[in-house]
């Protein structure tokens, strides 16, 4: 396959990934519904890339295979715990031994880490889950933007949250960590521009996945949807169509943007409805 010249201007044909090869992390989900990863994955193979299925439980990673390979897609799954670096570089390597090239990168991975402040939180949870929220992203960087060199282009997506651009959320680990790949993000993308490899970062908001699901009762969940702007709650989905615009060349001159997907939730609070017009034009 020969490298890929990014398009001067956008075409019709932008949105699609025919051609390319990415690889998502994290690509499972905890349950048969659909996380962020998951959603990411499928939308990538929609619009006709090649996907490399990560993810530290195997069967998760196959589920997500079979679903792309249900609607026609390509898609490899396999296990890797993206903490390791000899994992990542080894699904780097399986990358490129079966499809040639890596072009895109989505840096998916992410746990909510130890609960508690600085004085109540354990030094060691602290320091695996960085590892987990922060160092994998590197790691990742570090095997596949050679790949992208050799390409002369490619486009990686960071998963943040918008617990890494605000404060307000009990434990110090989430948010510290989501903080960390905001900026690494913008720092990534300063290094890598001349190269022709884009990075960005997607922040989505309290989306309704598995992982929220496991822990989230009815009443706290429509509480959640009423305090989003947009008076909806968003989904894995949401992220993932988020993630696909980022990746393709509908976003060639687009790098180190942190795209908050979060009903609004970083951009103001919903007015209460129980105020009166006057009083909300006064307020
Ligand atoms: N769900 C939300 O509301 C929300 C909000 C903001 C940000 N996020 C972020 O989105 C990303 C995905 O979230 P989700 O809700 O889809 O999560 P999820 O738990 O449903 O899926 C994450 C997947 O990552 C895998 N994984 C965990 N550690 C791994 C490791 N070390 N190596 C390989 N795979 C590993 C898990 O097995 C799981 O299949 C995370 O970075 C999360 O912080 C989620």
């Known amino acids: 396959m020969t490298p890929s010249t990014p398009p001067s201007t956008s075409t019709p044909d932008s949105h699609r990934l025919d051609g390319r090869v990415a690889i998502v992390t994290g690509a499972g989900s905890r349950t048969d519904d659909i996380g962020n990863g998951r959603a990411a994955a499928l939308l990538l193979a929609r619009r006709g890339a090649a996907v490399l299925l990560?993810?530290?439980?195997e069967g998760a990673a196959r589920h997500t295979c079979a679903l792309i390979e249900s609607e026609g897609g390509r898609a490899l799954a396999r296990q890797a715990d993206v903490s390791r670096a000899a994992d990542c570089e080894a699904a780097v390597q399986a990358a490129v031994a079966q499809w040639g090239r890596v072009d895109i990168l989505v840096n998916n991975v992410g746990i909510g880490g130890p609960a508690g402040n600085a004085v109540e939180v354990g030094l060691e949870e602290w320091e695996t889950a960085l590892?987990?929220?922060?160092?994998?992203?590197?790691?990742?960087?570090?095997?596949?933007?050679?790949?992208?060199?050799?390409?002369?282009?490619?486009?990686?997506?960071n998963i943040a949250s918008v617990a890494g651009l605000l404060g307000g959320t009990p434990s110090l680990l989430y948010p510290t960590s989501k903080g960390a790949v905001v900026n690494m993000t913008r720092a990534m993308a300063a290094h890598h521009g001349l190269e022709g490899i884009r990075v960005n970062c997607v922040a989505p908001g309290m989306v309704y996945t598995p992982m929220v699901a496991s822990r989230m009762t009815p009443e706290a969940r429509e509480e959640r949807r009423k305090r989003s702007l947009l008076q909806t709650e968003g989904s894995g989905w949401d992220v993932g169509h988020a993630v696909a615009y980022l990746a393709s060349d509908e976003a060639r001159w687009v790098t180190g943007v942190i795209l908050p997907v979060d009903a609004g939730a970083t951009a103001g609070q919903v007015k209460s409805p129980t105020l009166s017009a006057d009083a909300v034009r006064s307020a």
């Open 54 to 57: 990560l993810d530290m439980q």
């Open 131 to 157: 590892r987990v929220n922060v160092t994998s992203m590197m790691l990742m960087a570090k095997y596949a933007i050679p790949e992208m060199r050799r390409v002369g282009a490619g486009s990686i997506v």
